[in-house]
């Protein structure tokens, strides 16, 4: 058992929930360059195959502090993020270690939802926010900013970082607004011991 | 410069850090992002290449054909049916010993059709006469293309470098980059001595009689063998100069007395190294990496499994009929060693089936005894099949 806790449980898998065109693997390569501006060593995937616009798309990501070398795909991951609340009710949305988390874009609360989370879960309208911030419904950066915040994973400012990879000027401005707003939307660390836990 | 990038765009900077002057390709998935980046590349001025858009796989194979025989450097990316539909083209450029890279990211063979990895592509032209070499990551697959331009104008020979699609090519992790100078360094200007030049004429791919073909063939099968030592070397050189080796023709990791060994190529030996940690109650294992596929390396691969008891094979393509490609090869080439260790190859990840971590305790016990199936494919769900077929 010990064993397996060095190798294993040192590395954080987190899996994006989207649908084509909506820019999850661009989330995930974002929050992949966030961790790799902390210094971590990373791996960012889309989910294998041909790419359709609409269809169900998964990313994901890992995130470790010591190297690791596994090209196999993320069965449990400690984190799912939902970017497309129509996701919700789909057989691939399961998964999700229980003492990890769940966080979903959506306007609606969880029981407005209907949805019986198998971990803990936090809901924020990214997509509103975007809207309202970008100008765009592009949720990205708003629900990046809440992950960091609920989970303490990395420090805000390596997505910051990596957003400044990304974006410039007006555009950098705004994500960075954006991934404020929905960080304060969330309770700061509320899903840290999961990482620390998965740290031992 | 250490950066955190995609494997296809990696790919498509180390290409343009050698300063290609012709590509062609042919969009097919997963090799779309890597010419999707050059093409970007050239058109932001960033790479003074002339991109040569054609309609078919055999059309951009003929191009670059064309490109580096008349003098330039010259580069393609395929995959899969895209690979088969170049074979005419493949061997010739191997036999008119013209040098030049080609990417190939790996996936299966339709039909039936799959968009998904496995290494049925590059495998079914290994016959073609190239140099085949395997990347490992995305690390690799940035260092290896670097080393591919200056051992296709070493060699005179083309090389292709493989790379799993989707598991590198779409895969985002952290690359360091080298320089320009460094680069411009390990792959200065060349000159292509045979180059068609209507002032200095000479023809290529003639008719060639019985009386010279066999000639022919044994050159370029000698050329293939002189060139591991040139693999070797370059490795080496790049090494001294950037501090990362790709491992030479093949590598072991583990210890030297480990009763059991596992051979294969490309990133699954990731997978299978961080197994290995996993599963290090399993008793010692040697991983055996192969990095050349074609110059095949009797001598290293003997040595490489000198003292094991069991060799398992994990085959990532078929021959149909037969059974795994690279245990085949290896069983050949270990039977003239005094005491050959038992060679059991098993094939997995066909058509993009993920290969988890769990694979290595399984495939342990598949060779736990000398009854063991010497060929098995893992993974089967037989009541997928109808009766007749299981």
């Known amino acids: ?200 | 410069m250490r950066l955190a990038i995609e494997g296809s765009a990696a790919v498509a900077r180390a290409v343009a850090l050698c300063r290609p002057q012709v590509i062609a390709a042919y969009p097919i998935t997963p090799q779309t992002h890597i010419v999707e980046n050059l093409a970007q590349l050239i058109a932001d001025g960033n790479l003074h290449c002339e991109m040569i858009s054609v309609e078919s796989e055999f059309s951009a194979a003929s191009a670059v054909l064309g490109a580096a025989a008349s003098g330039s450097r010259a580069y393609t990316a395929s995959s899969a049916q895209g690979i088969l539909l170049m074979t005419e083209v493949l061997y010739n450029i191997a036999g008119l010993r013209i040098p030049l890279v080609l990417t190939c990211a790996n996936r299966a063979i339709g039909a039936p059709v799959s968009a998904w990895n496995d290494q049925q592509d590059s495998m079914s032209v290994r016959d073609a006469g190239w140099i085949q070499l395997y990347c490992a990551d995305n690390q690799e697959a940035v260092d290896i293309t670097i080393q591919a331009f200056r051992l296709a104008e070493r060699t005179e020979l083309p090389v292709m470098v493989c790379m799993d699609g989707f598991v590198l090519t779409h895969t985002l992790e952290a690359i360091d980059l080298p320089t320009q100078a460094e680069v411009d360094a390990f792959v200065p200007p060349y000159r292509f001595n045979r180059t068609l030049d209507s002032r200095s004429p000479l023809s290529l791919g003639n008719l060639v009689t019985p009386d010279y073909y066999t000639e022919a063939r044994y050159a370029h099968h000698r050329a293939l063998l002189r060139a591991q030592e040139e693999i070797v070397t370059t490795d080496r050189e790049w090494e001294t100069m950037t501090g990362r080796s790709c491992g030479g023709l093949i590598s072991v990791s583990g210890p030297t007395d480990a009763p059991v060994g596992i051979l294969s190529i490309g990133p699954v030996m990731g997978t299978l190294s961080d197994a290995r940690e996993e599963y290090a109650s399993l008793g010692p294992v040697k991983l055996i990496k192969l990095r050349s596929m074609r110059p095949f390396p009797i001598d290293a691969l003997k040595d490489a499994c000198a003292g094991l008891q069991r060799l398992i094979v994990l085959e990532r393509a078929l021959s149909l009929g037969a059974g795994g490609i690279l245990g085949s090869g290896a069983r050949a080439a270990l039977s003239e060693t005094p005491s050959p260790p038992h060679v059991f190859s098993f094939a997995a990840g066909l058509g993009g089936r993920d290969i988890p971590l769990g694979i290595y305790p399984r495939m342990l016990e598949a060779s736990k005894s000398e009854d063991c199936a010497r060929f098995a494919i893992f993974d089967l769900e037989l009541d997928k099949l109808a009766a007749e077929d299981r």
């Open chain 1, 1 to 200: 058992m010990l064993l397996k806790m060095n190798v294993v449980t040192a590395l954080t898998e987190i899996r994006i929930d989207g649908r084509g065109g909506q820019g999850n693997v661009i989330a995930a390569y974002i929050l992949a360059e966030a961790g790799f501006e902390a210094g971590r060593h990373v791996q960012a995937f889309p989910s294998f195959g041909p790419e359709r616009r609409g269809a169900p798309v998964a990313a994901y990501v890992r995130i470790s502090d010591r190297p690791f070398k596994r090209r196999c795909q993320i069965l449990e991951p400690n984190y799912v993020i939902i970017q497309d609340p129509s996701l919700l009710h789909l057989p691939r949305i399961v998964g999700v270690r229980p003492e990890g988390g769940t966080l979903i874009n959506s306007p609606k609360d969880l029981e407005e939802l209907g949805f019986a989370p198998q971990s803990r879960t936090a809901v924020i309208p990214a997509t509103a926010l975007a809207v309202e911030i970008l100008g765009l419904p592009i949720p990205n950066s708003a629900l990046l900013g809440a992950f960091l915040m609920l989970t303490d994973l990395l420090p805000m400012d390596a997505l910051e970082k990596a957003l400044a990879r990304r974006f410039e000027g007006e555009t950098l401005q705004r994500n960075l607004q954006l991934m404020a707003a929905a960080a304060k939307r969330v309770t700061p660390g509320l899903w840290k011991e999961a990482v620390h836990a998965a740290r031992n």
